[in-house]
């Protein structure tokens, strides 16, 4: 009986990779992995953003629906400035103003709209006939406090993530009607 013993040395298998393609697979490891990363901080980065976007959305939703419902409830308005009024409500004042230094829109120093640019914001007044009348000199504004039947407002606020690219939102109000204010042409 003969046997045969196969020698270690002359194994037909392949013990591991070659240099060439531990490099390669290495290489292209490397380029899947960024790909993949630069996908997870894009979406991070657009979700972000969109936080932002949804964040000023419903702060200035809830800010002009609470402006117009004091509005359309005054019975007369005061123009302290072109950025600041006081509406008389059920006999209670309430004041609207803009600090362009914090870039906040409040109702009695309670912020509504934060963010907002200060050349962007503005308070019209429009008459009975719906023409617009200036209010920015002192004369002019006692002149609306009596004329004034319609009030709109603008701004445009902005919101800056550290991961995000800076979001903005311009908001162009209808123009409400002081229903309670008695108003002659």
Known sequence: MTTTTRSLARKSGRRGFTLVEVLISAGLSAFILAGVLSTFLFLGRSGANMQSYSDMESEARRGLELFAQDVRQASSITWSSEISIT?????????????????????????????????????????????????????????????????????????????????????????????NKHVTA
């Open 87 to 179: 509406l008389t409500v059920n006999a209670t004042s309430i004041t609207y103003s803009y600090d362009s230094a914090q870039g906040v829109f409040s109702r009695n120093g309670f912020p509504l709209i934060k963010g907002v640019a200060s050349d962007s914001f503005s308070l019209r007044a429009f008459n009975v006939a719906g023409i617009e009348m200036p209010v920015s000199t002192a004369a002019e504004r006692t002149a609306a406090n009596a004329a004034t039947k319609q009030l709109q407002l603008s701004l445009q606020a902005s919101r800056t993530k550290t991961t995000a690219a800076t979001a903005t939102n311009t908001v162009l109000s209808a123009r409400f009607i002081l229903r």
